[in-house]
C-alpha cells in the first residue's frame, strides 16, 4: 500500500513538462514566458476559522502580459460560510537584476465581509524580489475599514470606519528546488494572503506547484497556518486552510 | 545537492512543526516559545469556575452615581509600587471597583505571591473603609443602600478587583499562578444603581479572555450562546462596558504587538454593537488610544509598569457614571517612582 502511495506521489510530483511563467500564485516564475501573454488561475480552498467555523470556497485571478515588463491581473473570491466576498487588481512592473528579477507591485483589494457588514479597502505597494530558491516581499499596506450598516445619528467616514495606521508587509519564501522547476515544494511566512494584509499577524505553511502534461496548465497547491497572536509571540490557533487549483496559460 | 537536502530538512521540520501547532496550540511559528495554557483550556476552567460561583458576586451596587479605576500592563516584578498605587488611589477616591486589563505581572512565582500579598493587604484596607464590624466575624456594607444588606464573613467579601488576563499573565505556568488568584478570565458582573427618585438602574461589565490574540472557538461559542447577556437581566442595561487585554485599534505605526485578526475584529465590533457597549477598555499595546466606531467608544491605555514607564504620568483611567447614565472620564496621575 505504502508502494503505491509513494509511487502516485511521485506520479504527480514528475509529471513531464516544461516550465512555463505564471504571475499571481505560487507557480514557478512570475516574468512573462514570452509566449503566453493571458494567464488564469483558479482554486478551490477550505479550512476552519476559530471565527466562522468551517468554511469552504473559490478564487480565480486573470493575467494580462502587456510587455515583458508590464502586467496587469484581477481577481476575485468568494468564501462560504465565512461569507467573505473579495475583489483585487493589481499591477506590476519587472526589474530584471543579473538572474534574478525585482517586482514592484500596487494591489487594491476590497473585502466585504457580509455576516458583520464590513467593508475593507486595502492598497498595498510592495518589491518583490524572486530568485531561484528564495523569494522576499517587503512593503507597506493602506488599510481602511467601515461599517455598512452605521447607526443614524453617526457620521459616515468619522465614527463608522477606520484607517489603520501604514502597516508593513512582509514575506519570505523558500524552494526545494529551483525556480523553473517542472514542480517544486516551498516554506513560506508572510503577514498577507491573496486578499488580504495582516498587521503583525503572520500566516505559514507549505505551497507546491506542478506542470500537468499538458504544458499549458499547472496544479498548485498551499496549506495555510494562520495562528492569532504570533506577535505576541503566543501564536495561537486560529484558523488552517487549504487551497487547490489550475493554472492556463495562452 | 547539499541545498536541496537542507530544505527538505527544513520542510519536514515545517511540517512537524505545523502538526503541533494545530494539535497542542501552544507553539509560536518559531516552534521554541510555549504558551502553557491554550485559550480553549482557559475557557473551559472559567466558565466552569463561572458555573459554580454563580452568586459570589451577587451584584456591586452603588448609589445614584459612581466612578471606577481603570489600570493596565503593570507587569508586577519584585516592586509593585504602582499596583499599590493604584490601590490606594481607588481607595482614596472612593471608586466602587477596579478592572485591570492584563499583563498584571511578568510569570514567576515570587511576583505572584508578592502580587497575592499586595491584594490581601487591599482587601483589608477596603474591608476596614467600607464595611461596618456587627460582630468578631460578620460585617455589613456601608455602601450598599438597600435596605436589608447583606451580613458577610471576612471571606465572602468581595475585594472589587477584576482583571483580565493578559498575554503574558500566560507565559510558561503563568495561567497556574493567575488563576490560583483570580480563577476566571472570562465572566460578568451587574452594578445595580440606587437612584435617588427611587428607581434601579443596571450597568453591566464584561470580562473577555483575550491573553492569546483570539477569544477562541469555546468563547465565541458560549458568547453566541449568550452566556455573557446579563446574568439577572437580559437586554435593558443602561451602561455596558467591555474589558479585554488586546486591543482593537492600532494606535501607531511603530506598535509592534499583534491586534485580533481581519475576521474576529469585524466579529468584535458586530458584537459590542449588538450588546449597545459603551465604552470598550483594552491594553497591551502600553500606548494610549482613544477613538469611537459607529456609536461606541474605545479607550486603549498606556502601560501603568514602572518598569515601562518610570516617570510619574496619567497612567490610570476613572469613569464617571452619572445617575442619568452619562459617561466621562478623566485621566488620573501616578506618582510613584522605581527603586532605582
Known amino acids: 500500500m505504502r508502494r503505491y502511495l509513494s509511487t502516485l506521489l511521485l506520479l504527480l510530483l514528475f509529471l513531464p513538462s516544461r516550465p512555463c511563467a505564471y504571475a499571481q500564485v505560487y507557480s ?19 479550512g476552519f476559522n476559530v471565527v466562522s467555523g468551517a468554511f469552504f470556497g473559490e478564487a480565480g485571478t486573470y493575467t494580462h502580459h502587456f510587455t515583458d515588463r508590464w502586467s496587469l491581473s484581477a481577481g476575485q473570491q468568494v468564501q462560504f460560510l465565512k461569507w467573505l466576498c473579495s475583489a483585487d487588481v493589481m499591477g506590476t512592473y519587472r526589474l530584471p537584476l543579473g538572474r534574478t528579477n525585482l517586482y514592484f507591485d500596487g494591489r487594491l483589494v476590497n473585502n466585504f465581509y457580509t455576516q458583520w457588514d464590513q467593508y475593507e479597502i486595502l492598497i498595498n505597494a510592495s518589491a518583490f524580489w524572486e530568485t531561484s530558491h528564495f523569494d522576499l516581499r517587503l512593503g507597506m499596506s493602506y488599510i481602511h475599514y467601515y461599517k455598512y450598516k452605521i447607526k443614524e445619528e453617526y457620521q459616515w467616514f468619522t465614527d463608522a470606519g477606520y484607517t489603520e495606521p501604514p502597516t508593513i508587509t512582509f514575506g519570505v519564501g523558500l524552494n526545494l528546488l529551483p525556480r523553473t522547476s517542472s514542480w517544486n515544494l516551498g516554506l513560506f511566512l508572510r503577514n498577507y494572503d491573496q486578499f488580504y ?7 505559514w505553511g507549505i505551497r507546491f506547484h506542478a506542470t500537468l502534461p499538458w504544458n499549458e496548465m499547472k496544479l498548485f497547491g498551499e496549506f495555510n497556518i494562520r495562528p492569532a497572536g504570533s506577535l505576541s509571540q503566543l501564536a495561537t490557533r486560529y484558523e488552517t486552510s487549504l487551497k487547490m487549483g489550475i493554472k492556463y496559460v495562452w | ?29 518559531a516552534g521554541i516559545l510555549i504558551a502553557g495554557t491554550a485559550v480553549e483550556d482557559r475557557i473551559d476552567m472559567s466558565y ?16 445614584d452615581d459612581y466612578t471606577f479605576l481603570v489600570g493596565a500592563d503593570s507587569h508586577v516584578t519584585t516592586d509593585p509600587g504602582r499596583m499599590d498605587e493604584m490601590l490606594a488611589i481607588g481607595l482614596r477616591d472612593d471608586d466602587l471597583f477596579y478592572a485591570h486589563l492584563g499583563d498584571i505581572a511578568d510569570t514567576k512565582a515570587r511576583y505572584y505571591i508578592t502580587l497575592d500579598s499586595l491584594l490581601q493587604e487591599g482587601k483589608k484596607r477596603y474591608v476596614a473603609a467600607h464595611y461596618r464590624e456587627i460582630d468578631p466575624f460578620h460585617y455589613v456594607s456601608d455602601r450598599n443602600p438597600d435596605e436589608n444588606p447583606l451580613t458577610l464573613t471576612y471571606d465572602e467579601i468581595v475585594f472589587p478587583f477584576f482583571p483580565v488576563v493578559g498575554n503574558h499573565d500566560i507565559t510558561r505556568n503563568g495561567w497556574a499562578l493567575w488563576s490560583s488568584i483570580f480563577h476566571s478570565s472570562f465572566y460578568e458582573i451587574d452594578v445595580v444603581v440606587f437612584l435617588k427618585d427611587g428607581d434601579i438602574a443596571f450597568d453591566h461589565l464584561i470580562f473577555l479572555d483575550s491573553a492569546s490574540g483570539t477569544l477562541g472557538q469555546t468563547q465565541i461559542k458560549l458568547i453566541e ?7 439577572y437581566l437580559t437586554g435593558g ?12 485599534f492600532r494606535p501607531q505605526f511603530n506598535e509592534f504587538a499583534s491586534t485580533f485578526t481581519r475576521e474576529e475584529t469585524f466579529y468584535l465590533l458586530d458584537k459590542f454593537e ?21 456609536g461606541v467608544h474605545y479607550l486603549t491605555l498606556e502601560a501603568m509598569s514602572e518598569r515601562n514607564n518610570p516617570d510619574p504620568g496619567d497612567y490610570l483611567v476613572r469613569i464617571h457614571v452619572g445617575a442619568d447614565g452619562s459617561l466621562s472620564w478623566t485621566p488620573v496621575h501616578m506618582n510613584y517612582t ?3
Open chain 2, 237 to 248: 442595561y443602561r451602561n455596558t462596558f467591555v474589558f479585554s487585554h488586546t486591543n482593537i
Open chain 2, 1 to 29: 545537492m547539499k541545498t536541496t537536502y537542507l530544505l527538505a530538512g527544513l520542510l519536514l521540520a515545517t511540517f512537524t512543526l505545523s502538526s503541533c501547532h494545530t494539535l497542542e496550540e501552544k507553539i509560536s511559528p
Open chain 2, 48 to 63: 466552569n469556575f463561572f458555573l459554580n460561583h454563580y452568586d459570589d458576586v451577587v451584584y456591586l451596587a452603588a448609589e
Open chain 2, 274 to 294: 449588538e450588546w449597545n457597549v459603551s465604552c470598550v477598555f483594552c491594553g497591551h499595546v502600553h500606548m494610549w488610544d482613544e477613538r469611537n466606531y459607529n
Open chain 2, 338 to 340: 522605581p527603586k532605582r
Open chain 1, 28 to 46: 514557478g516564475e512570475r516574468k512573462f514566458d514570452g509566449i503566453h501573454r493571458n494567464e488564469v488561475s483558479a482554486n478551490l480552498a477550505g
Open chain 2, 225 to 231: 450562546e449568550g452566556v455573557l447577556n446579563g446574568k
Open chain 1, 197 to 203: 494584509y495582516e498587521n503583525w499577524n503572520i500566516n
